[in-house]
């Protein structure tokens, strides 16, 4: 074996080495490892050369970064803090307004009725059409602007389109308050309105996508697990400690003053001025957030880097004005053509690493894998909101309080997992631990054992949870299934793998794009499946069930990705490494592109893409 493999090329030892792992003499293990050592520090030096100009641009910010003071450095805390104040004056207002809509639509309809009393059921009808509307309307918006605003962060930069969006909010946040607070009926058409404004922008959505660009700026690929992990985990603590101070606020000792003084408002329906505490402190909240993003928040993106996104648009603009001009219709429709950014979910060639057409199809099997992984364990995360509460209520007769207490816990274990769990498992246990390596420009072993783990817990749990007997097990088993909650930044850092930084807006862009679909699709399928599953076999677990399955049936892409990337304890990265780099300098304005080879194709064996 040892004289064999002195006479085959490095990458043959490593290989044939490789796949008898566990069979071989001390000796030639050593040597194996030794190779293995050589190999890779010949792809780190391979990664290095081929680097473009945004990477490159990107790698000098890093560097920059760690020798600017701390309160000017942009960080992955710089970024999680506005994150986690938005959700969390969100989630402190969000139980007062309900009830104040709730109110309001009853005396609208009281105002309507002869006796002056208004029907619960009816009440329920009007403020479930103005639910439906606006979250129609403000996702269909949301939509379209998550189309847009990736590639104007790639050119105007993370920090811009972060304020603009939490200045809307607030905007928005102040128009209802004042429709609420002025007038003593529900005005459905100024609440669709101010709604409409408050995500003109995306809301929480564009902020989450920001902040993904973010940490993918700021990050080195092997952090980026447990740095996005984090950025969510700042959304769920303020999504469960919003509510608790909401209450606080609404427990204090006030003055109990009717906000209105009419005489035909029934006292159950009575407003009282301490009741629109929260809302005002929500405004406030988002008053320090937006004061926060616009003088404290430093930019992730280098100025560079911004020019020649700038620049590179310039130029697509021109040489869409040299080409025929279509009809008014058709130029129209071009620029509203906000689900373009799907298409990098696509993996087009253009933005491909490797020139290799074989190697350029199965990188595209692999992203498009990654994409369908995200469109199931974002569903199961998103669709299910409503159900959890829902079945809750039927099966287990649960209170307002025992509803809290399960928003509370589910919550705080996934903020517990992302937090905690992360780095423990990771990066103590998988890279430093079992010498797991993670790559750069591609999927992984240490990605596959994370994503494949999580969705097998959470699959399970969810059976389980479908069939739960009690409140105590339902509760349980929703709370080991935040194991999944490692999943989702772990596909979203292997799929930054595969583009360009210069798309990294873009990208999440689409991402956003596709979240908002499933935000819109998702709750509406489980619903309709959840009622007919109680109508008709009197089994509210059955989406549960059924949501379990398809996360069992995820892993076969999963095992699929490992398979194209022969994945293994002692696998390496792809050998050929020829980096797509852009022509455009920042005093020109061409857009072409080139191919740049790499000067490691010798290592490549005959028959290996």
């Not at 006479?7 to 490789?18: A, D, M, N, Y």
């Not at 970064?65 to 701390?70: A, G, P």
């Not at 699709?521 to 008709?536: I, N, Q």
Request: with cysteine; glycine share 6%.
């Amino acid at each position: 074996m040892g004289s064999k493999a002195e006479r085959q090329p490095l990458l043959g030892v490593l290989e044939e080495t490789s796949s008898n792992a566990g069979t071989m003499p001390d000796s030639d293990v050593t040597l194996e490892r030794a190779a293995m050592n050589i190999y890779e520090t010949l792809i780190d030096n391979a990664e290095e050369s081929v680097l473009d100009e945004d990477e490159l641009w990107l790698r000098e910010q890093r560097e920059q970064n760690k020798l600017t003071h701390w309160l000017r450095r942009p960080s992955v805390l710089m970024i999680c803090l506005p994150l986690f104040l938005h959700s969390f004056g969100a989630a402190s207002a969000m139980s007062s307004m309900k009830v104040l809509l709730l109110k309001l639509a009853c005396r609208s309809l009281a105002q309507k009725s002869p006796d002056g009393v208004c029907d619960p059921a009816e009440t329920q009808v009007l403020l479930s059409n103005l639910l439906l509307i606006t979250g129609l309307a403000s996702g269909s918006l949301r939509i379209f602007v998550s189309g847009k605003i990736g590639s104007w962060s790639d050119r105007y930069g993370r920090k811009p389109i972060i304020s603009i969006s939490i200045l809307v909010s607030l905007l928005g946040r102040c128009s209802q308050f004042f429709v609420m607070w002025k007038f003593q009926a529900l005005q459905f058409g100024l609440l669709v309105v101010s709604d409409i404004l408050y995500n003109s922008f995306g809301g929480v959505f564009t902020l989450m996508a920001m902040c993904n660009c973010y940490v993918t700026d700021v990050i080195e690929p092997h952090e980026r697990i447990y740095s996005l992990g984090l950025s969510q985990a700042s959304l769920y603590v303020g999504l469960s400690l919003g509510p608790i101070v909401g209450n606080l606020l609404l427990s204090l000792p006030y003055v109990v003053k009717p906000h209105s003084n009419a005489s035909d408002v029934n006292q159950l329906n009575q407003i009282y001025t301490y009741e629109y505490l929260p809302l005002q402190f929500e405004i406030l909240v988002l008053v320090c957030v937006l004061l926060f993003a616009h003088f404290v928040l430093p930019e992730s993106r280098s100025h560079k880097a911004r020019r020649k996104s700038r620049a590179m648009s310039m130029s697509s603009s021109v040489s869409s004005l040299q080409e025929p001009q279509g009809s008014t219709f058709d130029r129209l429709m071009s620029n509203l053509n906000f689900l373009e950014p799907l298409k990098l979910l696509l993996y087009p060639k253009e933005i491909a690493y490797y020139e290799n057409h074989r190697v350029y199809k199965r990188q595209k099997w692999v992203v498009l894998n990654i994409v369908i992984l995200i469109c199931v364990t974002l569903e199961s995360l998103i669709a299910f909101t409503d159900v959890f509460a829902l079945l809750g209520t039927y099966k287990f007769h649960w209170t307002s309080k025992n509803l809290g207490s399960f928003i509370i816990t589910s919550n705080l274990t996934r903020t517990l997992v992302l937090i905690v769990v992360a780095p423990i498992f990771v990066q103590k246990l998988l890279q430093k631990v079992l010498k797991f390596k993670v790559f750069n420009f591609q999927f992984d072993m240490v990605d596959f054992i994370v994503c494949s783990l999580g969705i097998a817990i959470e699959a399970a749990c969810m059976i389980l949870a479908g069939m739960a007997q009690s409140s105590g097990q339902f509760m349980s088993f929703i709370a080991i299934s935040s194991a999944g909650g490692l999943v989702s930044p772990t596909l979203t850092s292997a799929l930054v793998k595969y583009f360009p930084e210069s798309k990294t807006g873009e990208l999440f862009g689409a991402l956003a794009i596709l979240k908002n679909i499933l935000n819109l699709c998702g709750p509406f399928l489980c619903l309709t499946l959840y009622k007919f599953s109680v109508k008709k076999w009197d089994m509210p677990g059955i989406p549960l069930i059924v949501s379990g399955c398809i996360l069992f049936t995820s892993l076969i892409s999963l095992f699929f990705i490992k398979r194209l990337h022969r994945l293994s304890r002692y696998s390496a990265p792809e050998i050929v490494l020829p980096r797509r780099k852009s022509t455009l300098s920042l005093g020109t304005a061409e857009g072409n592109t080139e191919r740049r080879g790499s000067s490691y194709n010798s290592l490549s064996r005959p028959g290996i893409p």
